[in-house]
């Protein structure tokens, strides 16, 4: 079946390195992916997105890329930072009417003084 | 802060019962997505509201229903709770959500069910 799921569920890293979550996918249908954040206590945080017919979007400090080829999806943290401890989320939208979203089931990452 | 807001923050009921969960969107938007969370299936896509209408459905079992009222505010109603519900509940919202219309969807806080 369609699902969307992560390689590593937990993730540790020392602060100030370069952190890189991956997500597989397997509808190649999907056209739209996003990654959100969820601290403890909170609801999810919406952190990046990238459309089917990008490979790569860079934002603050984070970059996301789409390999269609392989289906996967990873997001890359530089300079990670006590506050990006959280659990991290790829989605896909399995569109096209609405926004219905597929979840993984998270990776936490973890970052070490 | 999200500026998206739900109620109440904890609920404990038992199983059988009925609770009706709120949640009120940001300023503006007319979207409004509800989602669980739970430990063995992650978050899940339960629905989402267009300005009062339906737009998607997800995993959302026949004993959830949902609605959005004319202030857009939005209420998902769970009955014949079982053990298995007990989750976090989300509610999302955003601008806009139509057919190849993406946009950010802010999260509220969440309601953590506890069914007894």
């Known amino acids: 079946g369609e699902s969307v799921g992560l390689h590593l569920p937990t993730l540790s890293v020392q602060e100030g390195d370069n952190s890189i979550i991956n997500c597989a996918y397997s509808?190649?249908?999907?056209?739209?992916f996003i990654w959100y954040k969820q601290e403890s206590g909170k609801g999810p945080q919406f952190i990046i997105d990238?459309?089917?017919?990008?490979d790569k979007r860079q934002g603050q400090r984070v970059t996301v890329l789409l390999n269609k080829t392989v289906k996967h999806l990873s997001l890359q943290i530089a300079a990670t930072q006590p506050g990006d401890s959280a659990v991290y989320f790829c989605?896909?939208?399995?569109?096209?009417?609405?926004?219905?979203?597929?979840f993984g089931p998270g990776t936490r990452l973890s970052v070490l003084p | 802060d999200s500026g998206v807001t739900q109620t109440p923050k904890h609920l404990i009921t038992a199983t059988g019962q009925r609770v009706t969960l709120r949640c009120s969107p940001r300023?503006?938007?007319?979207?409004v997505y509800w989602y669980q969370q739970s430990l063995d299936q992650g978050l899940q896509f339960l629905i989402q509201?267009?300005?009062?209408?339906?737009?998607a459905k997800g995993n959302i079992l026949e004993r959830f229903s949902a609605q959005q009222f004319p202030d857009l505010h939005s209420e998902l109603n769970l009955s014949s709770l079982e053990l298995g519900d007990s989750a976090l509940y989300f509610c999302?919202?955003?601008?806009?959500?139509?057919?190849?219309?993406?946009?950010?969807?802010?999260f509220g806080p969440g309601t953590r069910l506890t069914v007894l």
């Open positions: 990238i459309r089917s017919n990008m």
């Open positions: 509808n190649s249908a999907s056209d739209y």
């Open positions: 509201y267009y300005n009062g209408e339906e737009r």
């Open positions: 989605a896909e939208n399995k569109g096209p009417y609405g926004q219905n979203f597929v």
């Open positions: 999302a919202s955003s601008v806009a959500g139509g057919v190849m219309n993406y946009n950010e969807q802010f």
């Open positions: 300023s503006g938007d007319l979207s």
